[in-house]
């Protein structure tokens, strides 16, 4: 499994994430971002993408 | 040759993105990565904005690496003097020589300057340690002027504002940012600045520089404490020049695989990369925005691997969506596509004349949207990136 964790202080909702990771990362009604925690290891890449393309550099992605 | 690895010179966003993108196409050799700064790889958009305005530790700017590249070797401090395409060696800023088998070139570009002698204390920002510089001057009540009105020229003129400066920005177009957006919306950009107090002398050059300011081609004087050049950049390419046949005329000429010159074993990535996007026809660009040294990275990797293990590469031609965003006080200006191409924009939703609700723009060539740019809250940006599946269609046909 993979850890993921998104600094929320720092997220300025550019959303780049949902784009590279959809099945990880949303933008939800409020505008605002939610994901998934522990996504599957076949995730990963993803995660990683989604990690890369943050403005903020807020994502982490573990394990 | 074999066992010297690959050699990336430029240690930021786009040689770090390469050296990932190598360990994640399967290369498990060497790779050095040179750096003429001190540093490991840093955000560069803080320094106009958060770390500028000191509401961010420049230690929060490093950029993230990929446990994958714990292995690399970092030559910080080390500036690559000259490189031989052809002999497949680098001369190192000290004398050394440094063999490769594959070479990514990820040297960025530096600041314009000013042609002109003299003025009060002078700034570019590029570097954490010119964000840091300028910081310290930022105080309240100085008197701070703007040559120049792309993104940095915004980005330095709404941080100073807000930490109380007072701010004039001079630039000879007619708008700011208007090169990148278009008329209206760099219009409507200008309206909210001086809205929040900035003053904006468009439309003109200064022409001299003394130790209290500028003087503008019409002869007017403005008096400043700190000067800010933010005039556009120049490529880093000096350290290429040695090798007869490369096109250096605007960064490193590429072909649709980034491939430096046609060379099988030299890619080029990043701000310094000129190719061409089969999005916007064959003219070879090259694009200064934060999304495209990772793009870029991705498909030169593989370029590079194909040639260095002798397989087939991918055949579809680099052709990454260019996106950039802005943050000018608390306004987000975020771009996807390529408006600076349109011949026609054309407001989507908002109200060009209200002093802060959200705008969209859409910008045509002929009957295609190639572009899409927002102004406003994280509502406008969303609405933006709505677009971005259209964008994405490649036209036909596909060169
Ligand atoms: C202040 C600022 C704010 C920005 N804000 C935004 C924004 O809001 N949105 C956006 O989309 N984009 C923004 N950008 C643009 C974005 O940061 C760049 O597109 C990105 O940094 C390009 O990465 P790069 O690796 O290609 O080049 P660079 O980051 O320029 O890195 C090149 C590196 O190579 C080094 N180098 C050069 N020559 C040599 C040599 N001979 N030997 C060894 N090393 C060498 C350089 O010193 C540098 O460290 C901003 C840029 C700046 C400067």
């Given at each position: 499994m993979v850890k993921v964790t998104v600094d929320m202080d720092v997220c300025q909702n550019h959303g780049q994430c949902v784009f590279a990771a959809p099945d990880i990362f949303r933008i939800d009604e409020d505008g605002r971002l939610a994901y998934v925690a522990s996504p599957d290891a076949a995730l990963r890449d993803d995660a990683e993408d989604a990690a890369d393309v943050c403005p903020l550099q807020a994502i982490r992605v573990e394990g | 040759m074999a066992g010297a690895g690959i050699a990336v010179v430029g240690a930021s966003l786009g040689g770090l993105r390469a050296a990932e993108q190598l360990r994640a196409a399967g290369w498990r050799g060497t790779i050095t990565?040179?750096?003429?700064?001190?540093?490991?790889?840093?955000?560069?958009?803080?320094l106009s904005k958060e770390v500028l305005a000191g509401e961010a530790p420049a230690s929060g700017t490093q950029l993230r690496r990929r446990p994958s590249v714990e292995d690399v070797e970092w030559r910080l401090g080390t500036a690559v003097a000259t490189a031989d395409l052809t002999a497949r060696t680098l001369t190192l800023a000290d004398g050394r020589v440094h063999p490769y088998e594959g070479l990514v070139a990820a040297t960025g570009v530096r600041p314009r300057r000013l042609p002109l002698p003299g003025g009060p204390p002078r700034h570019v920002v590029r570097t954490l340690e010119d964000s840091a510089a300028l910081a310290a001057e930022l105080v309240?009540?100085?008197?701070?002027?703007?040559i120049g009105s792309g993104f940095i020229g915004c980005e330095v003129a709404a941080t100073a504002r807000t930490a109380g400066c007072?701010?004039?920005?001079?630039?000879p177009e007619s708008e700011p940012m208007v090169l990148a957006i278009g008329e209206d919306l760099a219009r409507a950009l200008r309206h909210r600045h001086e809205a929040r107090g900035v003053r904006f002398r468009m439309g003109h050059l200064a022409t001299a520089l003394t130790p209290r300011g500028a003087v503008l081609d019409d002869g007017t004087e403005l008096d400043a404490d700190v000067l800010v050049e933010a005039v556009g950049s120049l490529p880093n390419t000096e350290?290429?020049?040695?090798?007869?046949?490369l096109d250096l005329t605007d960064g490193i000429l590429c072909d649709a695989h980034l491939?430096?010159?046609?060379?099988?074993?030299?890619?080029?990535?990043?701000?310094?990369?000129?190719?061409?996007n089969p999005r916007y026809g064959p003219l070879p660009r090259r694009v200064e925005h934060w999304s495209v040294p990772g793009d870029t990275a991705r498909h030169a990797a593989r370029t590079l691997l194909a040639a260095l293990t002798d397989t087939s590469r991918d055949p579809a031609p680099c052709a990454p969506l260019p996106s950039f965003w802005?943050?000018?006080?608390?306004?987000?200006?975020?771009?996807?596509?390529?408006?600076?191409?349109?011949d026609r924009a054309e407001l989507l939703s908002g109200d060009p004349e209200s002093?802060?609700?959200?705008?969209?723009?859409?910008?045509?060539?002929g009957e295609r949207l190639i572009g899409v740019a927002a102004l406003g809250g994280p509502a406008a940006a969303a609405a933006a990136a709505r677009h971005r599946a259209e964008l994405m269609t490649l036209p036909e046909p596909v060169v």
């Open positions: - | 990565l040179f750096g003429d700064e001190p540093h490991l790889p840093y955000n560069r958009p803080p309240a009540g100085a008197r701070v002027l703007v007072e701010v004039t920005v001079v630039a350290w290429l020049a040695a090798t007869p046949g491939r430096i010159g046609g060379l099988p074993h030299a890619v080029a990535v990043g701000d310094v990369a000129r190719f061409p802005s943050d000018q006080f608390t306004l987000r200006l975020q771009s996807f596509g390529q408006p600076a191409l349109a002093a802060d609700g959200d705008l969209l723009y859409g910008y045509y060539l």
